[in-house]
Every structure is written in structure tokens, then in C-alpha cells.
């Protein structure tokens, strides 16, 4: 029997290398962010593991920290002629 990995979504895998980054450069363990922001440690590992049924909630509580905001942006389809 053939077993395969659950697919991350591209845009979860770029939101976590990009949290990742960010604590990063800012000196922070995950134990630290998460206390900062008011999460907990499960919550940014599996962020920053890509775990794509993270909280919107939490993601935004974590990236405040760093000045940023997770939003939704509606796309405009052009109209067919």
C-alpha cells in the first residue's frame, strides 16, 4: 500500500517560511514568539511547520508582532466580451 504526504498548499508554505524568517530576524525562539504574541508553542510550530487549518485569529496575533496582517484580497475577473 502506497502512502504519500498531505500537500501544503503553496500559499500556507510562504506564509510559514515567511513567520519563520521573521522571528528569526528578530532574535526570537518560537517559545519567545509565542509568548509575545499570545499563542502557544504548538500553535507557532505548526504555523511554521505549514499546518494549512491554523487560525486566522492566531496567525494575525502573531504577525502584529511584526507589523503585518494576514487579509483576504478579492480578485477582479475581467468581464468576458
Known amino acids: 500500500m502506497k502512502t504519500s504526504e498531505p500537500q501544503t498548499p503553496a500559499g500556507t508554505a510562504k506564509l510559514s517560511a515567511q513567520v519563520k524568517e521573521l522571528r528569526e530576524k528578530a ?6 514568539l509565542a ?14 511547520q505549514g ?20 487579509a483576504a484580497i478579492k480578485e477582479q475577473h475581467e468581464a468576458a466580451a
Open 27 to 32: 532574535g526570537l525562539t518560537q517559545a519567545m
Open 35 to 48: 509568548k509575545r504574541s499570545g499563542v502557544g508553542l504548538r500553535f507557532v510550530r505548526d504555523l511554521e
Open 51 to 70: 499546518k494549512p487549518t491554523v487560525r486566522v485569529d492566531k496567525v494575525n496575533q502573531v504577525l502584529a508582532l511584526f507589523g503585518y496582517r494576514l
